[in-house]
């Protein structure tokens, strides 16, 4: 067996297609593989912004050799009377091409058959892969393709050079009709020009060193973090940790060479969020740092060749990167003369949604969202939040943010901060952007938690509203993630609030704008925030049918939700549970499939047997009981007092027919059993859960 190379050479390809690529790339040449039956070991992939790159190890040499018995018509329409193949049996010989005197007729379930053994004996995997590899290279998907030339293919860039190789022999093909596969790749386009030999993938990776080509993305990530932190040493400091800057500029190079340079102490005037951003985004810049965090007038640029004079590298990078502070200053200067209340009248002509209005018009609900938040969690907090609301998406239309549109919050909290706001007020309009990722962080403070679920409720109400619901395929207003927002806030938080009120406040506030009824609208977000909830703890690890059986009877409170999941989780462990969960089950089953209407109350009069008023009694002891621990907090104690129903019922099960033939009877038993499934149902539809 051996390993095949395949390296598609390239125009410089953009940093964030390379990764996703290759990904695809090697997916799809696996797959095109196992589909042709032909065995392979591990894949592995090379990438720079000048080719891509597949290696796959233990290639077979050929398709494995596979027999198959293929079953034809009924025997009684394969043969005639005469015991000679009929022409459905000719036709079938034909198809699988098997002579028809080599035809069997075999006994299957469903009666005897023509049945056919056919071997398919491989190929050569060199010729497969001549039609495999084009179609690989040509099915890779990017954002944006192109073409070039009069060809009609397409790729991200022009392809300039194609490497194939299996073992050391050429894989040969052609895309386009022109661009044709060899053993020929290209060296660094400035420190080694020119074509380079690879006589086997085995050598690929030590050949495209020798020509100034770092092609393991690992290694070349390493590389630039060591060349960027010993640039930064030469400064006196560090480097800002930036580990997504680190994968993009690793992308950018095929050798990286670390230039460490220098910008005027008057930037330092600027907040460093400004200077740290215009260096990333624009020049992907590094930031230095010193030991107490200290932002430093520094920086490290990442080249892509190593020059005689590293020094005039420095002062070109330093040239460019001048100008661009200049203008961060400006506009900084500029905006801090600018009262925050004036930005938010802006804020008119700054379209939210087309169908759910301006900016401004989501400030004004979002502030009263936030007051509601207020008075039902701390109504200390109102003044502050209603603030912190109405300023929160000023920054939207400052001048750095117009330039740097990821400083937005973080420049509404600068701005704040600089115009004398309350600090929890200039604090919570950065955080009620708060997690702007999965597992991003949370809200620091109470003000900021309360902004950011009122902003977040805002905008999925609307959007529900007017009918923008996520779909399996799409979710381009990011409402998963909000929704999950919320839960994650308030379950940090403890905020035990109705999620339903909370709801049915943000979907009234839409009441002009909607093409929905409110109702609907509210059952289909809080059906969506349920959902959002179980999948958060079932990722936790905890089991989903009790995640089911606890939010089926109620998910509007959220820390309530998650104590009855964390006390039955518990007991679901012991030893006793399942003739509990047994017990109770038989209790619904029998009330689900009653029609009967059972009396209002239980009436012990018409008890015929001991083990109906022991029930009874119990039942109204441990529904006391209950109640008091619920409202205490305690549900591991409920549980373990509603556990001792079991015996109880069990007696009653055995002593008693529930449908007995007197009405009055009947009737009076499916009451007491309701009164019992009202205990359970305080905690969780114990028949919901698998035992």
């Not at 198809?95 to 056919?116: H, I, W």
């Not at 070039?148 to 860039?157: G, V, Y």
């Not at 912190?388 to 000023?394: F, M, P, T």
């Amino acid at each position: 067996m051996d390993t095949l190379l395949l390296e598609i050479g390239a125009e410089e390809i953009p940093a964030g297609y390379i990764r996703p690529a290759l990904d695809a790339m090697a997916q799809n040449l696996l797959k095109r593989l196992d589909d042709a039956n032909i065995g392979h070991g591990q894949a592995y992939t090379c990438g720079t912004p000048r080719r891509l790159t597949l290696i796959v190890e233990q290639v077979a040499p050929k398709q494995e050799t596979v027999t198959e018995d293929l079953l034809g018509p009924p025997e009684k329409i394969a043969f005639d009377g005469q015991g000679n193949p009929s022409m459905a049996a000719v036709k079938f010989a034909e198809k699988t091409g098997v002579a028809v005197n080599r035809l069997k007729v075999v006994t299957t379930d469903k009666g005897r058959y023509l049945s056919a053994r056919k071997t398919n004996r491989g190929q050569s995997t060199v010729k497969l892969l001549k039609t495999i590899l084009p179609e690989v290279i040509l099915a890779t998907p990017f954002p944006k393709s192109m073409r070039w030339a009069d060809l009609s293919i397409q790729f991200a860039r022009p392809i300039q050079s194609i490497v194939a190789l299996y073992g050391t022999r050429v894989v040969s093909f052609s895309l386009g009709g022109r661009i044709k596969s060899g053993r020929q790749s290209l060296g660094h386009m400035f420190m080694s020009p020119g074509k380079v030999t690879i006589p086997s993938p085995e050598a690929y990776v030590q050949t495209m060193a020798s020509v100034n080509v770092v092609v393991n993305i690992a290694e070349r990530r390493q590389m630039t973090s060591a060349v960027v932190t010993a640039a930064a040493a030469t400064m006196g400091g560090r480097v800002l940790p930036d580990e997504e800057l680190l994968d993009i500029v690793t992308n950018l190079v095929e050798i990286p060479i670390a230039t460490a340079g220098r910008f005027d102490d008057i930037f330092l005037e600027v907040p460093k969020e400004i200077l740290i951003t215009a260096m990333r985004e624009h020049q992907k810049y590094f930031a230095v740092i010193d030991m107490e965090n200290r932002l430093l007038p520094g920086f490290i640029a990442v080249n892509n060749t190593r020059t005689r004079d590293m020094d005039l590298v420095a002062t070109g990078h330093q040239r460019v990167l001048r100008a661009r502070l200049s203008d961060a200053r400006y506009f900084y200067t500029a905006d801090v003369k600018v009262p925050m209340e004036r930005w938010v009248e802006k804020l008119k002509g700054v379209l939210f949604q087309a169908k759910l209005g301006s900016m401004f018009d989501k400030v004004m609900r979002v502030q009263a969202l936030a007051g509601w938040l207020a008075d039902a969690v701390n109504p200390a907090e109102k003044e502050k939040v209603t603030r912190a609301a109405y300023l929160c998406k000023a920054d939207l239309v400052s001048q750095v943010v117009g330039e740097f549109a990821k400083l937005q919050g973080i420049m509404g909290r600068i701005y704040a901060q600089a115009a004398g706001e309350a600090p929890d007020v200039a604090v919570a309009i950065e955080e009620h952007y708060r997690p702007t990722h999965s597992g991003g962080q949370l809200p620091e403070t109470e003000t900021g938690a309360l902004l950011s679920i009122a902003e977040k409720i805002d905008s999925i109400c609307g959007c529900f509203s007017v009918g923008l619901i996520p779909t399996g395929a799409a979710d381009p207003y990011a409402l998963r993630r909000q929704g999950i927002g919320i839960l994650q806030i308030m379950r940090s938080r403890k905020i035990n609030i109705s999620l339903s009120e909370l709801v049915e406040k943000g979907v009234s506030l839409f009441a002009d704008k909607s093409t929905e009824p409110p109702a609907h609208t509210t059952t289909a977000v809080l059906t969506f925030l349920k959902n959002r909830l179980s999948r958060l703890l079932a990722d936790e690890g905890l089991s989903k049918d009790i995640i089911a059986a606890v939010t089926s009877v109620s998910a509007d409170r959220i820390p309530d939700v998650e104590r009855r999941v964390g006390a039955l989780e518990k007991l679901k462990g012991k030893p006793g549970f399942e003739p509990l969960a047994a017990a109770f089950k038989r209790v619904e089953n029998i009330l689900k499939k009653t029609t009967e209407t059972t009396t209002a109350t239980v009436n012990p009069a018409l008890f015929a047997h001991a083990s109906e008023g022991t029930l009874h009694s119990a039942c109204q002891s441990i529904t006391t009981q209950v109640d008091h621990l619920i409202d205490q907090g305690d549900l591991d104690s409920a549980l373990g007092a509603i556990a001792t129903l079991r015996d109880p019922v069990d007696a009653f099960f055995d002593g008693v027919m529930v449908m007995a033939e007197d009405d009055a009877v009947r009737r009076n038993r499916l009451a007491l059993l309701a009164s019992i499934s009202a205990v359970f149902e305080q905690i969780a539809d114990f028949s919901q859960i698998s035992t």
